[in-house]
């Protein structure tokens, strides 16, 4: 429940990022964006079903690269460019919580 909060809120800092006048007055959304991934990202209960974590890593990958080619749609294009770029980077902090708690797996013994 929590994670689809913070996938939410993801989206709507991602949005709210790519309005000009919000994006001068709160110049750290990409923070944000960061946080929120990394939060949700530990919070994650599907960070142990490795077909989930690939999934993030893939779309963690894929998203910024797809979203380049909306630029060329003449006056949507550059919004939902940036917006999904936002999305991709909350993603991104969500991918590398995955790979840092799996690191503390395999680091650290099972008590």
Do not use: C, H
């Not at 709507?12 to 750290?28: F, K, Q, R, S, W």
């Not at 919070?43 to 490795?50: C, E, K, L, R």
């Not at 630029?71 to 939902?80: E, L």
């Amino acid at each position: 429940m929590s994670e689809r909060i913070l996938l939410a809120l993801i989206v709507v800092v991602a949005i709210l990022g790519t309005v000009p006048a919000i994006a001068e007055a709160a110049p750290y959304a990409g923070l944000a964006l960061v946080v929120l991934g990394l939060v949700a990202g530990f919070i994650g209960s599907d960070s142990a079903d490795v077909n989930q974590r690939t999934a993030f890593y893939v779309v963690a990958v894929a998203l910024p690269v797809f979203s380049d080619s909306l630029d060329a749609i003449a006056v949507v294009g550059p919004w939902v460019n940036s917006v999904l770029d936002g999305v991709a980077t909350g993603i991104q902090g969500m991918a590398v919580a995955f790979v840092l708690m799996q690191l503390k797996v395999r680091i650290m013994p099972a008590a």
